[in-house]
């Protein structure tokens, strides 16, 4: 199991010489994985379901990670997840293409579906279509990235007679989530499956996505379903934690070090992380 770190491109951790150092500090304490959320705006005021403050500062997760690509050589770098029915699927896959090829293939494209119906009405999207947009979109994004001659005709996206390149070096899906469809996507559109929540909850997911297993077909281009997960109860991982995630199947535990409000903690934290061993 490897160890990864998310949400640094928020609030306190998201400055130009936070991120050098702590992005710097993550690799060389062995961190395997650096991942960035998500949000182009917040619902404001707050509404319950909201992770931020509308007034605290997140950065675009890709802009963030190519910063990241350029201070470091060998950590995966994520987007943990970017909210796919609110981006364009040609620009994004242009995004993420150039961001691989520049980070010498260490993307990985978390997507979800997205959740905050502010969020998403700003943004022009219906909630009732945001799970039909992400499956179109990610199909859409295939298309472009490995089709000799791309072509895709959907509701949300259509396109014929175009090609894009660089092709990312290997692109790689990972499909957030916990819902019935969610686990489906992973399955059928997906390298991996990225959760969060707490460790009673993993053997859930877990099954989730095996009954997705028996209800959607996998490619075999995809390979195995890789685990990415992130525990939020409690934010601190100790060592028996570890290796029960890791016991359950966990490939990359992705710890995250709230609240965000000081760099220097949060680089004692990543240290007191990086002494876990499994």
Not at 3 to 16: D, H, I, R
Not at 44 to 61: A, F, G, K, Y
């Amino acid at each position: 199991m490897q160890l990864g770190v998310s949400g640094l491109n928020a609030k306190a951790t998201l400055g130009p010489a936070e991120t050098v150092r702590l992005a710097r500090l993550a690799e060389d304490l062995g961190y395997a994985s650096w991942w960035a959320g998500d949000h182009v705006v917040l619902p404001s005021p707050r509404v319950p379901d909201s992770p931020m403050e509308p007034t605290d500062p997140i950065l675009d997760p890709l802009v963030h990670l190519a910063f990241v690509a350029a201070v470091t050589e060998r950590v995966e770098l994520g987007t943990g997840i970017v909210i796919l029915p609110q981006r364009h699927p040609l620009v994004l896959a242009k995004q993420a293409a150039s961001l691989d090829v520049l980070s010498g293939g260490r993307l990985l494209l978390g997507v979800g579906a997205g959740y905050l119906e502010p969020e998403l009405r700003a943004l022009g999207v219906a909630m009732a279509e945001r799970g039909r947009r992400t499956d179109e979109y990610l199909d859409a994004m295939t298309a472009l990235w490995t089709d000799p001659a791309p072509a895709y005709q959907g509701e949300f996206v259509a396109f014929h007679d175009v090609d894009a390149h660089p092709r990312p070096s290997r692109p790689r899906i990972v499909v957030g989530g916990h819902s019935p469809a969610a686990f489906r996507r992973a399955v059928s559109r997906g390298h991996g499956w990225f959760g969060n929540g707490g460790l009673a909850d993993l053997p859930r997911h877990l099954a989730g996505l095996r009954r997705a297993a028996e209800e959607v077909d996998r490619p075999a281009r995809l390979g195995r379903l890789e685990i990415s997960y992130l525990p939020l109860d409690p934010v601190e991982v100790d060592a028996r934690a570890a290796e029960r995630y890791a016991a359950l199947g966990v490939d990359r535990l992705v710890v995250y070090p709230l609240p965000l409000e000081d760099p220097a903690e949060v680089a004692r934290f990543l240290e007191r992380h990086a002494t876990l061993r499994w």
